[in-house]
């Protein structure tokens, strides 16, 4: 898969796709990454970006010109499958939409800054519209970078059995259940027993029912979801 972003704030995603698992996605060719300066794409003086908001009001908007030159040169080399604004007036990314994009072949994320970008740029290039949460954020780049990470883990062949995506929380409308590791006995508190028993059916049971106490107390939601 291959990802391109677009940010005005290049310098914020140099770090969170060169560790842990994306580093080996990239290293592996699973995955590519590109991030491009939005300010490259400016013709106006001081590589201006964005303008005041037409109608008067607070905050600046990041204007059609750049956006529209960025995108139009990238499509030249790639074919994307979504254009994806990062926005908290998008809808809320979850693990279903995570699956999703990760079957897709090339992928390109715009983040906004200020008020936002001109609503004509999501009408005529934007072809989906992501939050990662209902609060706001000062940029979409963290929120990209979130994103990324969610998609470039499930890719296939980036994680192996160890690491496996299948027992993730979300991945059946359920949380994960609880882990634990060595030592069996930390100051008198114990690792559940059925865990030491090696009835590797009846630990496939335990892990489901405490999955399912789980997220009946913390994620109640979950369990009505499709
Ligand atoms: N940009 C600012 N806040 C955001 C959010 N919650 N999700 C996606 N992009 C954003």
Redesign the pocket.
């Known amino acids: 898969m291959r990802i391109d972003i677009i940010s005005v704030l290049p310098e914020l995603l140099e770090s969170p796709f060169s560790h842990s698992i994306l580093k080996r996605a990239k290293a592996k060719g699973l995955l590519e990454i590109n991030v491009h300066h939005l300010r490259q794409y400016s013709t106006f003086k001081h590589q201006q970006v964005d303008d005041y908001q037409f109608g008067g009001g607070a905050g600046m908007v990041m204007m059609m010109e750049p956006l529209v030159n960025a995108i139009e040169d990238l499509q030249k080399q790639v074919a994307y499958d979504e254009v994806i604004y990062?926005?908290?007036d998008?809808k809320t990314l979850d693990q279903r939409m995570a699956n999703g994009l990760s079957l897709k072949g090339n992928l390109l994320m715009i983040c906004?800054h200020y008020k936002g970008i001109d609503e004509r740029f999501r009408e005529h290039f934007v072809t989906m519209e992501?939050?990662?949460?209902?609060?706001?954020?000062?940029?979409?780049e963290l929120?990209a970078a979130v994103l990324v990470d969610s998609i470039g883990r499930l890719l296939p062949g980036v994680l192996n059995d160890e690491t496996s995506a299948l027992f993730d929380s979300f991945q059946d409308n359920l949380l994960a259940p609880p882990v634990y590791t060595r030592p069996e006995d930390f100051r008198g508190w114990k690792v559940p027993e059925i865990l030491l028993s090696g009835d590797h059916r009846k630990i496939d049971e335990w892990r489901h029912d405490e999955a399912m106490k789980r997220t009946k107390d913390r994620r109640p939601d979950l369990l009505k979801k499709q």
């Open positions: 990062l926005t908290p998008g906004g992501i939050s990662i949460g209902d609060f706001v954020l000062s940029g979409g929120a």
